[in-house]
């Protein structure tokens, strides 16, 4: 057998986690990138920006802006200016957006079962902890 590295396991796992979720996304008739912003800006329960997109998927800014010109267009999101910093706008959805949420928190869930399937309660604590050194290790 293959010694596997724990970097090469985590992006295999994370890879396979973003074919799925594109699968997902298909189904709606989304690209695999909005999709999985989509999933992001739904599932928030804070108002949500641009930076937080850059941040929760560690894409440039102009990525982001291009994506979200792309949800713009298809009438996902609109940007509304926050009053109290005009540089900042606001991701907000649109009624379009919201009728995907029903099966974006199913999708969600489904594959959280599926990802945690097998494991008891104490395997995904310890896998969580490490996951959350091995991000501080990175960030050290």
């Known amino acids: ?21 594109d699968a997902y996304s298909a189904r709606s008739g989304l690209s695999g990138a909005q999709g999985r912003a ?10 949500v920006y641009q930076k937080d997109i850059e941040e929760e ?9 291009e994506l979200l010109k792309k949800m713009e267009q298809n009438g996902l999101i609109y940007r509304e200016t ?12 649109t009624e379009a957006a919201l009728a995907h949420q029903r099966q974006v928190v199913a999708d969600l869930k489904e594959l959280e079962d599926t990802l945690t399937k ?3 309660p ?14 501080e290790n990175l960030s050290e």
């Open 57 to 65: 998927f560690g894409l440039r800014p102009s990525t982001v802006t």
């Open 1 to 21: 057998m293959q010694s596997q590295s724990a970097a090469h396991s985590i992006s295999r796992l994370a890879n396979e986690i973003r074919h799925r979720l």
């Open 82 to 93: 926050e009053e109290k910093d005009s540089r900042l706008k606001r991701i907000v959805v």
């Open 38 to 47: 989509l999933h992001f800006i739904l599932a928030q329960e804070e108002p």
């Open 122 to 135: 104490g395997q995904l604590m310890l896998f969580l902890e490490t996951m959350e050194r091995m991000s």
């Open 118 to 120: 097998g494991l008891s």
